[in-house]
């Protein structure tokens, strides 16, 4: 399985498991992700939710050899089915935190976006770095980034792809905490703890009054970031960009 579930005592963990790709994500793991948090969202015993990744990253991005060899349509069908899984995710009644184990970049950025509050490893680095390689954010990253961050933050993040350091997440308020690394689970459990203790009706609506403002829109404004990913993959760009990142060689545009 591309996601392994643990839940204890009222707090699900879940963690993103393909170690040997750094957690990319292939159109199967947003699959199981999506459908694993359904599945927690049907069940009232879960208070809290934790999303990690396994081994040194939490999520590299998108899966790059699936992304090759795609063309527009394939484009649009992954990046509406990442929008949906983050979707889920950001409307769960319960919290959901980010254990930000390692790197977190382009769509692993997007996931903990779409997450209520992140914790981060000192060593980890976040970023949307892919404008290097002929790709644009499509799991709606450029709308929460900024809703975050702020334009002109999330414009230098998204155009220039350079990932940022924890400190300088933490700075932007990209990041909620930052902590040594083999503290980032125990630390989220600390914070899954807090939360699990709070009145959980109480929580579920003061969530829900927190997000309203954004809701309607992240609904409503999907379409054209899945029209315009789709529309860079009928370009030759993602094709050369992605061979000469594996090539390790810089993309002639």
Known sequence: MAVKLKIDDGVAVV????PEVRNALDSRTIEDLRNTMEK???DGSVKVVVITGEGPAFVSGADLRELSGFDSTHA??????????LSRIEQMDCP???????????????LALACDLRICSIEARIGQPGLGIGVIP???GTRRLTRLV????????VFLGEPVSANRALEMGLVNWVVEPERVLPFSMEIARALESKAPLALKRVKMLMNSENTGIMSTS?????EAFGRVFETDEPKIGIEAFFKKTKPNW
């Open 40 to 42: 927690l969202g049907g």
């Open 15 to 18: 963690t993103i498991s393909r």
């Open 150 to 157: 702020g334009i002109g933050r999330a414009k230098e993040m």
């Open 138 to 140: 499509g799991f709606a």
């Open 76 to 85: 649009e069908r992954y990046v509406s089915l990442g929008q949906e899984m």
């Open 96 to 110: 959901v935190l980010a254990a930000i184990n390692g790197h977190c970049l382009g769509g692993g950025c997007e």
């Open 222 to 226: 999907g379409r054209p970031e899945i």
